[in-house]
């Protein structure tokens, strides 16, 4: 991937990205290496994932670094090691996360632990990283987190309630905080829809592709899209804070 001109003082020097072993996460990591930021790879299994996308990215001063976002003794270890290592954070991306696909009608399917397990990992994991790390992002330079929701937090239609429900309280989870951080810290959500990861168990391309079709922009979004999407909030809206920013193809429309 070419290097991307912008300015230097709204490039982040040090970002972490959860979930940065894989799919949108890894695009995310790809395009901050780009304009020269320092990746930090966040994973929670598959330290070889994570090991490869280090080796992907351009630069150098890369590593990764695990973190079970749903464990709290996990997050606050990583957060002493960041420290200890790394120390300064201009950019923190959520985009770790995880589902388990259930019928929205069949609420007798959609157990307590398949809902404990969603809030867990996808809205009360990202808080126990801002929690964490926002000594280190309140250093930072210009610093920015941007959490990873999805458009079925306003559409209602996801792969699990549970999951529609994370997602809801994620973004409005962003909105309050953009509020208990600034000025110093701005925070956003992006929220993207039917993206071509395997992030969704079972669920196939040609699936994807009957949905885009009935879509405004009428095409699959690629990871990245979505990653384009979190710099473009971490970079260039310097003005901005507190909003969720679509990019899903016009799906909420």
Sequence with gaps: MPLIEVPELAVPKVALVTGGNSGIGRAIAARLASMGTTVVVGYNSRREMADDVVKSLHGSGHYAMRIAIDDPASVTEAAVEFGEKTGGLDALVNCGGA??????????????????????????????????????????????????SSIAARTGVGSSLAYIAAKGGLDALTIALAKVLAPKVRVFSVSPAGVDTDFVPHRTRDQLQKVAERLPLARITAPDDVARAVTACIVNLTSSTGIVIPADEGRHL
Excluded: W, Y
Excluded at 100 to 110: E, K, Q
Excluded at 119 to 146: D, H, K, Q, T
């Design 99 to 148: 589902t388990n696909p259930v019928a929205a009608s069949d609420l007798d399917a959609l157990t307590d632990e398949i809902f404990d397990r969603a809030i867990a990992i996808n809205l009360r994991g990202p808080f126990a990283m801002v929690r964490a790390f926002r000594p280190m992002l309140e250093r930072g330079n210009n610093a920015a987190v941007v959490n990873i």
